[in-house]
């Protein structure tokens, strides 16, 4: 019935990027098949030593000046804040996320051993809580069922860090057979990084050289205030950052998952630089796609917090539009490919 989803190229990659938990400073499975990816295309990659991985893929010189397209590999997650006599454990957002986005649920934890654990979320008995309209992270506890001995020789201390389990972050398909929706924990930004891969993909195929050098950047620590990619941007000096990552239907944007790709144009630390924001605007018009600009005071992206640790020169951004941002996020089926072929649009016709 949802063939054609699976089928998608976006969507096959997203896939295999989600099949492995990247947490914020945990990213080195996703890292490890983002490298394994691009390779099967005959690219060889780097990683710095960050963490962060690197495609440079060479221009045709029309321009000497270097674009770097960037999205993060880390996902939401939660830390370990301590550790219970009882073996029970004490977790906050790690990333912009909230309880209730959570909800009691299995979660799977990262150890030192290189392996993970699997507990469960817990808010306590329900039956007391009857009327109580608000939780925060003091209400929440990981049911691990091991002592706090056990814990300490699978390698879970205080700061060890967790997703959900693989068994629980979708996708699920549902909605209009035409145009299904497609929900996962989460997107943000593994759709990102499969996209700049099916570009990469898609380049290969078509023999295609830009006009000139691109990086391709898959940075770890998005999730708490760019960690990532601001060593990077520091170290490679990108003339133009182009962040790839979600749009985000912010209250009173106006900006909806029906809508085209999203091209946020400020945010809550830079504005993005006008020329950068002219030819996303003049490679979706190439490609016969509406963009949704956007502008907030609640957020920011790897663009704008490598614009301000003074690394790149010029800053943009192009976003996918997924609903319930940071938690089990739902996207509509058309939206993959509007994004990608904007996104592609631009590598094809950019010139900085
Ligand atoms: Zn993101």
Excluded at 85 to 97: A, I, M, N, R, Y
Aim: charged share 25%; proline share 4%; glycine share 10%.
């Amino acid at each position: 019935m949802y063939e054609k989803v699976t089928a998608n190229e976006s969507m096959k990659i997203f896939n295999e990027l989600l099949s492995v938990p990247s947490p914020t400073g945990r990213e080195e499975l996703v890292a490890a098949k983002i490298l394994e990816i691009a390779a099967r295309w005959g690219y060889k990659g780097e990683q710095d030593y960050a963490g962060n991985v690197v495609i440079r893929v060479k221009g045709n010189g029309k321009s000497k000046r270097v674009t770097m397209l960037s999205s993060h590999m880390d996902e939401i997650g939660l830390v370990v804040t301590r550790i219970e006599l009882d073996g029970k454990l004490c977790v906050h957002k790690l990333g912009g996320t909230l309880p209730w986005k959570l909800g009691e649920r299995p979660i799977e934890i990262l150890t030192d051993n290189r392996d993970t654990i699997i507990g469960v979320a817990s808010f306590g008995a329900g039956h007391s809580q009857v009327g109580q309209t608000s939780v925060d992270w003091n209400n929440v506890r990981v049911i691990t069922g091991l002592t706090t001995e056990q814990l300490k020789e699978k390698g879970v201390r205080v700061g060890s860090v967790a997703v959900l389990p693989r068994s629980h972050v979708g996708p699920v398909f549902f909605g209009d057979e035409n145009d299904p929706m497609i929900a996962a924990w989460t997107y943000d930004d593994r759709m990102g990084c499969a996209n700049l891969l099916r570009v990469l993909k898609t380049m290969k195929e078509e023999s295609f050289v830009p006009n000139c050098d691109m990086t391709f950047a898959f940075s770890k620590q998005e999730e708490v205030k760019g960690n990532g990619i601001k060593p990077l941007v520091i170290r490679e000096l990108p003339d133009v950052l182009l962040c790839v990552d979600g749009g985000t239907p912010f209250p009173g944007s106006g900006v909806t998952a029906d809508g085209g790709p999203v091209c946020l144009t400020k945010d809550k630390l830079a504005d993005y630089s006008f020329d950068v924001i002219l030819a996303i605007k003049e490679a979706a018009k190439a490609v016969g796609q509406e963009l949704q600009f956007c502008v907030t005071d609640v957020a920011y992206t790897d663009a704008s917090l490598a614009l301000q640790s003074g690394g790149p020169l010029r800053v943009g951004h192009v976003g996918f539009v997924r609903e319930n941002s940071h938690g089990f996020e739902v996207m509509r089926y058309s939206m993959l490919d509007k994004f990608f072929n904007v996104l592609y649009s631009f590598v094809k016709t950019f010139v900085p």
